[in-house]
């Protein structure tokens, strides 16, 4: 019985701190789930008289992937990406952030394009507002235009088919 | 990403064989790290130059977050000063600065976090601890014999008394 007590203690700090080593401490809560997309209208990258807004991926789902050609985890991600477009199970923006748009095309060029459309975020304001703080970003974005989910860091084949996936799916089977 | 640039100093010291060398790098890489940080603000009011510095003290940076944002030489800490210079020399108050980050940010660019149901624990927990340790000491010495309890009684002396004459005798 004497034993007891301390054993207890002992026990609950080490379920705390094993709980605590299971977190990602890079990983921010962000504070946008379950709020509109925030507002913006940003020339396009491949096209500067044409703009894009969340407007036009409303009424679907849809994802948003803030990404950027000096980003070294968005090199790594982009073939999930393109592989992703080609299935055609849901459209990619992209939302290129603190960007040239020299080196944004040519990136494109190089690595094949799946966004159907980026906006130009040259100045990170947008980014911002988006609560952007780590390049690559991913937004899942319900019909009505919610922020249903966000995932921070490059995209790998696991966390598209464990986690992105079967969101979008009940996203899409959900009537709007 | 961008706190690469004490890293990078780091780096390049390895595999140089002269300490004192290596030192001096460092401690240059050090300072060349913290002097980035430094802008030249303009305020129209010292008041206000004084609040913004303050306020850049308890942010954090999200990319360094072990930096404020005062500190930080990350690309996003100089756009949120930036955003805060902004807010502040526009008259606006010290609230309005914090909601526009925690609004993007949630909570976590608080190096002090409000009182919320889910930080309470945060906040009170070292007084509950200090208080449970200070009831269990308590306990326990209430539980130890006192020094009245050693003494001997009256039968236990005489019993004492005997055998000590029994010794001697």
Redesign the interface.
């Known amino acids: 019985m004497r034993f007891l007590i301390p054993l207890a203690v002992f026990l609950v700090m080490v379920i705390f701190l094993a709980i605590g080593l299971t977190l990602d401490?890079?990983e921010?809560?962000?504070?946008f789930i379950g709020k509109p997309a925030p507002a913006f209208a940003l020339p396009q990258v491949a096209d500067a008289q044409k703009t894009l807004a969340p407007a036009d991926f409303k009424g679907q789902v849809a994802l948003v992937n803030v990404w950027a050609s000096w980003c070294v985890s968005c090199r790594q991600e982009h073939p999930v990406l393109v592989e992703l477009a080609k299935r055609k199970l849901v459209p990619i923006y992209g939302l290129n952030y603190?960007d040239q748009r020299e080196d944004a095309l040519a990136w494109l060029d190089r690595y094949g394009n799946p966004y159907t459309a980026s906006a130009f975020d040259a100045d990170?304001k947008t980014g911002?507002?988006?609560?952007v703080?780590?390049v690559p970003e991913t937004f899942v974005i319900d019909r009505a235009g919610i922020i249903r989910h966000k995932f921070t860091g490059p995209i790998t084949p696991e966390i598209l088919e464990n986690t992105l996936l079967p969101l979008i799916r009940q996203l899409q089977g959900s009537p709007s | 990403m961008m706190c690469s640039t004490r890293l990078s100093s780091v780096r390049q010291l390895q595999g140089s064989p002269f300490t004192i060398r290596f030192i001096l790098l460092f401690l240059a890489g050090l300072f060349a790290g913290s002097a980035l940080a430094v802008e030249v603000r303009q305020f129209d009011d010292p008041a206000k130059q004084r609040r913004y510095e303050n306020l850049i003290e308890e942010l954090r940076c999200l990319v360094c977050q072990n930096q404020s944002l005062a500190d930080s030489d990350a690309d996003l800490a100089k756009d949120l000063r930036d955003e805060v210079y902004g807010i502040i020399q526009s008259g606006q108050s010290e609230q309005e600065a914090v909601r526009f980050l925690t609004d993007r940010y949630g909570d976590f660019v608080l190096y002090r976090p409000p009182v919320k149901p889910i930080t309470v624990l945060l906040w009170t927990g070292p007084v509950l601890i200090l208080l449970a340790v200070a009831l269990f000491l308590w306990k326990h010495q209430r539980q130890r014999p006192t020094l009245a309890r050693l003494e001997l009684t009256d039968e236990e002396r005489q019993r004492l008394e005997r055998l000590k004459k029994n010794l001697e005798g």
């Open positions: 401490p890079r921010v809560p962000s504070p603190k990170g911002i507002d988006w609560g703080y780590g």
